[in-house]
């Protein structure tokens, strides 16, 4: 029988990991990890973000989307009233300050990546540092293994198509077999699920991803949100984030 951790991690990106086109207005790719306790998940996160929902809406089907809402498209053309969308917003800024949770993020610059003439896939270069920090993180809290066993952690991420999960597996199989820094045997189980998916911790990962990407392209435009992100940014003993909880590259 499997033994499990008490954290599951929710990933998500902001971008297209693509190198055969580049956006000149976001030439980024950002990979968001959300690592989060198991009983902080159910106990406060989970019902904080049915509590908005239900408030907002009046049910909780609506899954909440960056780009939606940045748009006011679907269940969110409701919100087309301005103060009904500042409203939204500050209570939906409340619930991520609020909710017990780690981030690991990586942000790709795609044109220098391309510069470097090198076979570089930008989703395979942040999957691969955001898994080893956040091995690292579990590691220093013994929830790695349990008498010499390993214990599984689940990574969830949305599904992209079938060649693309496929890919997506497959790397991230061959970077916790070894292909890492630390060439070390991370005990990470991936979980493709549906796009349509219900899944809060998802919804997170969906909504820090692109603040990262802006606050890395424009930092001197004013960013709430990235207020609210970076002190969930995982950090070194000195308080760093970079190369702890944020990585941009190259």
């Known amino acids: 029988m499997v033994d499990f951790s008490d954290y599951i991690v929710f990933v998500d990106e902001s971008g297209d ?20 306790g198991k009983r902080d998940y159910m106990q406060s996160i989970v019902p904080a ?6 408030d907002t809406f009046g049910h ?48 790709i610059d795609k044109r220098r990546l391309l510069d470097r003439n090198r076979d570089e896939n930008p989703y395979e270069v942040s999957l691969r540092f955001c898994l080893e920090r956040i091995y690292y993180k579990l590691a220093k809290q013994g929830q790695v293994a349990h008498e010499r066993q390993p214990l599984a952690t ?24 070894g292909d890492n820094y630390g060439t070390m045997k991370m005990p990470f189980e991936p979980v493709i699920c549906d796009k349509k998916s219900n899944s809060v911790g998802l919804q997170l990962a969906d909504l820090v991803a692109r603040p990262i ?15 609210v992100i970076r002190e969930k940014l995982d950090r070194s003993p000195g308080g760093q984030i970079n190369g702890y909880g944020l990585k941009c590259f190259p």
């Open 60 to 107: 909780d089907s609506v899954v909440l989307h960056e780009r939606d809402i940045r748009r006011d498209l679907g269940p969110f053309s409701t919100l087309r009233d301005r103060a009904k969308k500042q409203a939204f917003i500050e209570a939906l800024t409340d619930v991520l300050a609020a909710a017990p949770m780690t981030v690991f993020a990586a942000v």
């Open 17 to 36: 990991h693509g190198m055969a086109s580049i956006d000149p207005a976001y030439p980024l790719f950002v990979l968001s990890c959300c690592v989060v």
């Open 213 to 227: 990407g802006m606050q890395a392209l424009k930092p001197e435009q004013a960013n709430r949100a990235w207020d």
């Open 49 to 54: 973000v049915q509590r908005l929902k239900f």
């Open 154 to 177: 689940h990574v969830l991420c949305e599904a992209r198509g079938r060649n693309e999960d496929a890919e997506l597996e497959l790397a991230f199989r061959r970077i916790c077999d």
